[in-house]
């Protein structure tokens, strides 16, 4: 298990749920790529409301269902594994905003729930 404390970097990406990779939905795609190559964790968040740059309202108002809901992937690594999401990012998002930030991680434990349910519950 890897251990994170101190100062670290939190990046949060902003995309649509319609972003696609390879005809995969774009936020699972970059799930497993992170996965992949050894990273942390990373969290996705399905917002109910946005807009971005072009000013387009995306909401899940049902007078106005959308289609396209706005989903932030939040990841939380060290400085050299970031600089390594910048290569990632540049070849899987080509809209959307990234942002980081340093954070201070007060704690980074696994739980200890079995990482896969019993086969009866697949």
Do not use: C, N
């Not at 964790?41 to 740059?53: D, E, K, Q, Y």
């Not at 396209?68 to 970031?82: F, G, M, N, S, Y």
């Not at 434990?109 to 349910?117: H, I, Q």
């Amino acid at each position: 298990m890897r251990v994170l404390s101190g100062e670290q970097v939190l990046v949060r990406i902003f995309i649509g749920e319609s972003d696609k990779w390879h005809h995969e939905p774009l936020h699972m795609a970059l799930l497993a790529r992170l996965r992949k190559e050894g990273f942390a964790g990373a969290t996705v968040f399905h917002g109910i409301a946005g807009f971005g740059a072009r000013s387009v309202l995306h909401t899940t108002h049902l007078l106005r269902l959308s289609e396209d809901l706005p989903i932030v992937i939040e990841v939380v690594d060290t400085a050299e594994h970031v600089e390594h999401l910048t290569v990632v990012l540049d070849e899987m998002v080509t809209e959307g905003l990234v942002t980081m930030e340093k954070v201070q991680v007060l704690k980074y434990a696994p739980g200890t729930r079995p990482l896969d349910p019993p086969a009866a519950d697949r």
